[in-house]
């Protein structure tokens, strides 16, 4: 657990939670008897599965269903908000990891709901607002803010690889040649085992690992030339594309 663990009242299919934590703090594989949303207020935070990896900024959330063994890496200061809900409560809920957006609304919703420390009386304000929290969590949109690992043991390794030296100009012909393949046997083999082009998968890569390195306050000129950019405007383009955020505004809000 991270610090400063608090809770809303428990002995009810859905309750909100709020928890710090303190930058490089690492959480080891486990897994939540209910399905568990965490709004990341600041920092970053990390979770790997083994269908691969997602990031989350701040002011988004990460979706993790019940029973997923996953372990977290904190970047930053992390303030985090957040509900835990029984996974049988409702079946049109999701069932796999994803980064969402987290509305206006429902980030009140979990605010206010941090102070029912009551039982909850049948029709009773306290649980319409719990209830309205159910609805507000089925139709939250999702963020590719993920990164799938490919279950081929020749493919994990190229990807562990990759992601150690993400400054080098990785193309499909290169690493098709370093497995022996042509390059259309390997873009197909790839897309398969991850769902992404690989040139996709590269961007999603580099985008992730931008995240962290700049929430540790790498600055943005060596942030680019880390990833391999030409230059910081060419990193700054990436950025802003995928995330809607310049690398400053991204800046901006690791501090609040």
């Known amino acids: 657990m991270g ?11 859905i309750y909100a939670f709020s928890e710090n934590y303190p930058h490089g703090h690492i959480e080891d594989w486990h897994q939540h008897d209910r399905i568990q949303l965490i709004h990341t207020l600041s920092g970053v935070i990390r979770v790997q599965t083994e269908e691969g990896l997602w990031i989350t900024p701040p002011g988004r959330g990460v979706w993790i269903p019940a029973t997923k063994p996953h372990a977290l890496l904190i970047s930053g200061e992390v303030k985090a908000r957040g509900v835990f809900i029984e996974a049988n409560i409702q079946t049109d ?3 796999d990891c994803r ?3 987290i509305p206006a609304l429902l980030r009140e919703l979990m605010s206010s709901a941090m102070s029912i420390q009551t039982e909850i009386q049948v029709g009773s304000r306290n649980e319409r607002l719990l209830k309205l929290i159910l609805d507000e969590v089925r139709i939250l ?8 690992e490919p279950q081929n043991q020749k ?3 190229l990807c562990k690889t990759i992601k150690n030296n993400l ?10 040649q370093q497995l022996h393949m042509s390059s259309k046997t390997f873009a197909r083999h790839f897309q398969k085992e991850t769902g992404l082009h690989f040139s996709h998968w590269l961007r999603q890569a ?3 690992q931008a995240m962290i390195d700049l929430s540790m ?3 943005i000129l060596n942030v680019a030339i880390d990833l391999g950019y030409d230059s910081p405007s060419a990193f700054s383009a990436m950025f802003k594309r995928e995330t809607g955020l310049t690398p400053t505004e991204y800046l901006q809000q690791l501090k609040h």
């Open 3 to 13: 610090q400063n663990f608090d809770h809303g009242y428990l002995n009810y299919p």
């Open 93 to 95: 809920l999701v069932n």
């Open 99 to 101: 980064v969402v957006v």
């Open 141 to 148: 949109p999702s963020l590719a803010f993920n990164l799938p």
């Open 155 to 157: 493919l994990q390794q």
């Open 167 to 176: 400054a080098l100009n990785w193309n499909l012909e290169k690493v098709a």
């Open 206 to 208: 580099k985008l992730m």
């Open 217 to 219: 306050q790498k600055s």
